[in-house]
């Protein structure tokens, strides 16, 4: 079945630690996307990209890098430089618009927390 | 730069009920899409409906309709015979049309609305 995975669900990182959130896609699709969840606050842009070995920062890049060396894989690491690290990550990837549907498709999200 | 406001933190709705969830959005561009996203307890992410912005009927999907007004930048969803397993957050998305060749865009997510459906 095609679809977008996440791993872990849960992560613990200790402060001054970078962790790295795994996000793979098998629905051949072009853009991935990184997506903080806060309460409150709904879905904030971290990161995206276009295509393999482009990306571009969103609206809360800071404390965070990504990379992009194959279309299926799109990892997120939080670095110590993040201040708050503790949410909930989404990762989704959608389609370019060829004709008609270019929603996005999420992956079961990973929930990080900082001890 | 686009928004997406949704000024209804939390609504409630009675079983089998109609509720209106409203969003508004700010933008420059002509062409471009907007979506209703549904996030229940599991956290899963589920698009509930798309409308394209050149397109002046309103997209409809089973119980789920929408009412959009493009000069007023408005985009409401509309659930009918509501159920208990519509309890869910609801997202209000907006992404500008992808260019030529098909670059994408940002898809921009609102603050959202979490609804209740009573027994």
């Known amino acids: 079945d095609g679809g977008i995975t996440q791993s872990p669900k849960y992560l613990f990182r200790k402060e001054g630690q970078n962790v790295t959130l795994s996000c793979e896609q098998n629905?051949?699709?072009?853009?991935m996307y990184w997506y903080r969840q806060d309460p409150g606050q709904g879905l904030r842009l971290i990161y995206y990209?276009?295509?393999?070995?482009?990306?571009q920062k969103g609206d809360i890049a800071e404390g965070y890098s990504v990379s992009r060396e194959k279309k299926e894989s799109f990892p997120l690491t939080v670095t110590s430089a993040q201040k708050n690290p503790t949410a909930f990550y989404l990762c989704?990837?959608?389609?370019?618009?060829?004709?008609?549907?270019?929603?996005?498709?999420f992956g079961q999200g990973t929930r990080l927390t900082v001890v | 730069a686009q928004t997406v406001t949704q000024s209804q933190p939390e609504m409630s709705v009675q079983e089998a009920e109609t509720v209106t969830l409203s969003c508004t959005y700010d933008?420059?561009?002509?062409?471009?899409?907007l979506f209703w996203y549904k996030q229940p307890p599991s956290r899963q992410m589920i698009l509930v409906i798309r409308?394209?912005?050149?397109?002046?009927q309103n997209a409809t999907e089973n119980r789920f309709s929408v009412n959009f007004q493009k000069a007023a930048k408005s985009f409401s969803l509309k659930i009918s015979d509501s159920q208990l397993g519509d309890t869910a957050m609801y997202f209000c998305?907006?992404?500008?049309?992808?260019?030529?060749?098909?670059?994408?865009?940002?898809?921009?997510f609102g603050t959202g609305t979490l609804l209740a459906v009573q027994p």
């Open positions: 989704a990837s959608s389609a370019p618009f060829r004709g008609l549907g270019t929603e996005a498709f």
């Open positions: 629905l051949n699709h072009d853009a």
């Open positions: 990209s276009q295509i393999v070995n482009d990306f």
């Open positions: 933008t420059s561009e002509n062409n471009y899409y």
């Open positions: 409308q394209e912005a050149y397109k002046q």
């Open positions: 998305a907006f992404m500008k049309r992808p260019g030529r060749g098909g670059a994408t865009n940002k898809l921009i």
